[in-house]
């Protein structure tokens, strides 16, 4: 299939992608040229900066340092032992220097960034440190990549911000080639529907602490990646559909010999496209809009996580491109539901891996025409090297890559093109009075995609759980959670809150949350207007909701309103909250100004993007017209 043959609506968003970004890009790829035209750094070092960048080396790597002719390989890594999905990388640094060494090269480690993990911090305060983490860890690894004594870079992370912030830091030394080196989803444990029974028994009160955790501990059970399909997974999906992966690396299993053969693979490779040889692959010219659109694609076709409505929109800009929420939405439009994946089904993301993986679906995807399949790769150019499954030499133990099954191994788990489970994605926009927001309703029966009820007001989740245990939520209704968006508490995910309200659904009222806050990347059965934007705390219309208003969430034409005249609703005064509690405690007191610049959640929620309201008054005193959402939508 050739660049023409691209799906009709996938070419032109592209296009439009392409033709908006068109300043940002070039000035990027200007500053990117200019910079790899100087050639490695380290040559140009003074001989005191040098002598300290290889001091601690051994001698023989010491002396090919010396030269500008041995690549030097920088290690970006995200290790620590209390995250499983982390855990494994203690070894990687060791297995990655070996593998370069045999390539006739060097590899250090640059840096280590913080890898925090929303399952530990779930309904916790440190949980409103999350999202900026994602900046932090660009920070961090553009400060462990500054000492110019590199020649390419690999990135060793997996989770939920950890992998965003990577791909910030890489684009941003986008003259580096750079390959991203994932662990692996942890073997399957408590299958995920029988803890979320569990969780939800526990809420109800039907079972104690002790039953809860024995559930939890049988589900989250060893090194890895969490099994269910939430933004860890949704982000090792981005990597090797975006051809940030070598073919076939994303979910294998860690501490396993085809593990330990990929992450040698990936080291020698990311050696091969430095400026030293002949195939010169940096990042940033390699990842394009087209890149960028078969990211929202495959988000799309596995009902990926929703917190990739903002991460995917700072990926990009990065590079110098700008993604909007509309752009998200059209190609949700055309891209069919191909994976039923926890919590989109029962399956876990080891089961999806058995049925064909990723190999199948990105072929299933590229023949239908939903991918641009002459994209540049860390692997060469083209897609079709990554519709692959991966597996281990039986002589030599190095990877061996067989074409992806023609057939399914469980049409359940993973569909084919024409058996789609749905014909659209599994993420939404929605617009409206009450500003844009996203809903994931891959998981929501079709029954549940119109909500209409009266709204009950809620500024902490904290609020609506006491109002639960008190027996005050009896009804139908609209929980608006506000005063969660990036300015007035760093956004936090608010996954806590989705046992008490599949309690009050499945007694068969009608549910649905409203909030300027996130949900998991796991969001579930109930109906989820979440990052509304303007936030409340800029005055967004969100701010002047009132208990009792009829609120109307409406996934099957995309809207969001509240069902009140609309000049009685534009007169109301926003309501204010006391945010004087988000500002201490557990780290909070650093990130003050994080809090203060950050951009809205259509923007990337990004401290890299700052909004231009960041300068006015301060946030308790701003009005924010809903005009100013459609901005995004321009």
Same mark, same amino acid.
């Given at each position: 299939?050739?660049?023409?043959?691209?799906?009709?609506?996938?070419?032109a968003v592209t296009d439009r992608i392409r033709e908006r970004s068109r300043a940002g890009r070039e000035i990027y790829l200007e500053r990117l040229s200019e910079r790899a035209s100087q050639g490695p750094k380290r040559t140009k070092l003074s001989c005191g900066?040098?002598?300290?960048?290889?001091?601690?080396?051994?001698?023989?790597?010491?002396?090919?340092?010396?030269?500008?002719?041995?690549?030097?390989?920088?290690?970006?890594?995200?290790?620590?032992?209390?995250?499983?999905?982390?855990?494994?990388?203690? !070894?990687?640094?060791?297995?990655?220097?070996?593998?370069?060494?045999?390539?006739?090269?060097?590899?250090?480690?640059?840096?280590?960034?913080?890898?925090?993990?929303?399952?530990?911090?779930?309904?916790?305060?440190?949980?409103?440190?999350?999202?900026?983490?994602?900046?932090?860890?660009?920070?961090?690894?553009?400060?462990?990549?500054?000492?110019?004594?590199?020649?390419?870079?690999?990135?060793?992370?997996?989770?939920?911000?950890?992998?965003?912030?990577?791909?910030?830091?890489?684009?941003?030394?986008?003259?580096?080639?750079?390959?991203?080196?994932?662990?692996? +989803?942890?073997?399957?444990?408590? +299958?995920?529907?029988?803890?979320?029974?569990?969780?939800?028994?526990?809420?109800?009160?039907?079972?104690?602490?002790?039953?809860?955790?024995?559930?939890?501990?049988?589900?989250?059970?060893? +090194?890895? @990646?969490?099994?269910?399909?939430?933004?860890?997974? &949704?982000?090792q999906m981005l990597m090797e559909i975006m051809g940030l992966h070598i073919p076939g690396a994303s979910f294998v299993n860690p501490n396993t010999p085809l593990r330990e053969a990929l992450t040698r693979e990936a080291t020698k490779r990311a050696l091969a496209?430095?400026?030293?040889?002949?195939?010169? !692959?940096?990042?940033?010219?390699?990842?394009?809009?087209? &890149?960028?659109?078969?990211?929202?694609?495959?988000?799309?076709?596995?009902?990926?996580? @929703?917190?990739? @409505?903002?991460?995917?929109?700072?990926?990009?800009?990065?590079?110098?491109?700008?993604? @909007?929420?509309?752009?998200?939405?059209?190609? &949700?439009?055309?891209?069919?539901?191909?994976?039923?994946?926890?919590?989109?089904?029962?399956?876990?993301?080891?089961?999806?891996?058995?049925?064909?993986?990723?190999?199948? $679906?990105?072929?299933?995807?590229?023949?239908?025409?939903?991918?641009?399949?002459?994209?540049?790769?860390?692997?060469?150019?083209?897609?079709?090297?990554? $519709?692959?499954?991966?597996?281990?030499?039986?002589?030599?133990?190095?990877?061996?890559?067989?074409?992806?099954?023609?057939?399914?191994?469980?049409?359940?788990?993973?569909?084919?093109?024409?058996?789609?489970?749905?014909?659209?994605?599994?993420?939404?926009?929605?617009?409206?009075?009450?500003?844009?927001?996203?809903?994931?309703?891959?998981?929501?029966?079709?029954?549940?995609?119109?909500?209409?009820?009266?709204?009950?007001?809620?500024?902490?989740?904290?609020?609506?759980?006491?109002?639960?245990?008190?027996?005050?939520?009896?009804?139908?209704?609209?929980?608006?959670?506000?005063?969660?968006? +990036?300015?007035?508490?760093?956004?936090?995910?608010?996954?806590?809150?989705?046992?008490?309200?599949?309690?009050?659904?499945?007694?068969?009222?009608?549910?649905?949350?409203?909030?300027?806050?996130?949900?998991?990347?796991?969001?579930?059965?109930?109906?989820?207007?979440?990052?509304?934007?303007?936030?409340?705390?800029?005055?967004?219309?969100?701010?002047?909701?009132?208990?009792?208003?009829?609120?109307?969430?409406?996934?099957?034409?995309?809207?969001?309103?509240?069902?009140?005249?609309?000049?009685?609703?534009?007169?109301?005064?926003?309501?204010?909250?006391?945010?004087?509690?988000?500002?201490?405690?557990?780290?909070?007191?650093?990130?003050? !100004?994080?809090?203060?610049?950050? &951009?809205?959640?259509?923007?990337?929620?990004?401290?890299? $993007?700052?909004?231009?309201?960041?300068?006015?008054?301060?946030?308790?005193?701003?009005?924010?017209?809903?005009?100013?959402?459609?901005?995004?939508?321009?």
């Amino acid at each position: 299939m050739t660049a023409q043959d691209v799906n009709a609506t996938i070419a032109a968003v592209t296009d439009r992608i392409r033709e908006r970004s068109r300043a940002g890009r070039e000035i990027y790829l200007e500053r990117l040229s200019e910079r790899a035209s100087q050639g490695p750094k380290r040559t140009k070092l003074s001989c005191g900066n040098l002598a300290h960048g290889f001091a601690a080396c051994g001698t023989t790597d010491k002396a090919n340092l010396k030269g500008d002719v041995v690549a030097n390989l920088g290690i970006i890594t995200a290790y620590n032992d209390m995250l499983s999905a982390h855990q494994p990388f203690e !070894t990687f640094p060791q297995v990655i220097k070996q593998a370069a060494r045999e390539a006739g090269a060097v590899a250090q480690v640059a840096g280590g960034v913080p890898a925090m993990c929303d399952g530990v911090t779930q309904g916790q305060a440190g949980m409103e440190l999350s999202l900026f983490s994602r900046d932090v860890i660009a920070l961090a690894a553009g400060v462990g990549l500054s000492h110019d004594m590199f020649d390419a870079a690999v990135y060793l992370g997996v989770c939920d911000k950890i992998v965003p912030g990577l791909v910030i830091a890489a684009l941003t030394f986008g003259h580096l080639p750079a390959v991203f080196i994932p662990a692996g +989803p942890m073997t399957s444990g408590l +299958p995920n529907d029988e803890k979320a029974r569990i969780r939800q028994l526990y809420a109800e009160g039907k079972v104690g602490r002790d039953e809860l955790l024995e559930a939890e501990s049988a589900s989250y059970h060893g +090194p890895g @990646t969490c099994t269910f399909y939430g933004t860890a997974n &949704s982000n090792q999906m981005l990597m090797e559909i975006m051809g940030l992966h070598i073919p076939g690396a994303s979910f294998v299993n860690p501490n396993t010999p085809l593990r330990e053969a990929l992450t040698r693979e990936a080291t020698k490779r990311a050696l091969a496209i430095t400026a030293l040889g002949n195939e010169y !692959t940096p990042v940033g010219e390699m990842i394009d809009e087209r &890149s960028v659109v078969n990211g929202v694609v495959g988000l799309h076709a596995t009902g990926g996580s @929703t917190n990739h @409505t903002i991460h995917l929109i700072a990926m990009a800009a990065a590079a110098g491109i700008t993604l @909007t929420w509309q752009d998200i939405s059209d190609l &949700s439009d055309v891209t069919p539901l191909l994976a039923r994946v926890y919590p989109n089904g029962l399956a876990d993301v080891n089961h999806f891996h058995a049925a064909g993986g990723l190999g199948f $679906m990105i072929r299933e995807l590229a023949d239908a025409g939903l991918l641009h399949r002459d994209v540049r790769t860390v692997w060469g150019h083209g897609l079709d090297p990554y $519709m692959i499954e991966p597996g281990l030499g039986a002589e030599d133990g190095t990877v061996t890559r067989r074409p992806a099954p023609k057939v399914s191994g469980d049409e359940k788990v993973l569909a084919p093109f024409a058996k789609a489970f749905q014909p659209t994605g599994g993420l939404q926009m929605l617009t409206g009075n009450l500003g844009h927001a996203v809903i994931k309703v891959s998981a929501v029966k079709p029954e549940r995609h119109v909500i209409e009820a009266p709204a009950k007001i809620f500024h902490d989740q904290s609020e609506l759980q006491a109002a639960f245990k008190a027996g005050e939520l009896d009804g139908d209704m609209v929980a608006v959670i506000r005063f969660q968006g +990036p300015k007035a508490n760093g956004m936090p995910e608010l996954h806590k809150l989705t046992p008490v309200l599949g309690i009050l659904q499945d007694r068969g009222h009608m549910v649905a949350l409203v909030t300027d806050g996130r949900m998991s990347g796991a969001s579930g059965k109930v109906p989820a207007a979440i990052h509304v934007t303007p936030e409340a705390v800029d005055g967004g219309p969100i701010a002047r909701v009132r208990e009792g208003d009829m609120v109307r969430v409406d996934a099957a034409t995309g809207r969001l309103d509240v069902l009140v005249d609309q000049a009685e609703f534009e007169a109301r005064a926003p309501a204010q909250a006391d945010l004087s509690g988000n500002t201490h405690g557990v780290g909070r007191e650093l990130f003050e !100004t994080f809090r203060r610049v950050a &951009s809205r959640a259509d923007q990337g929620a990004s401290v890299f $993007m700052p909004a231009p309201a960041a300068t006015g008054p301060a946030p308790q005193d701003r009005a924010v017209d809903v005009k100013l959402a459609d901005d995004a939508f321009r």
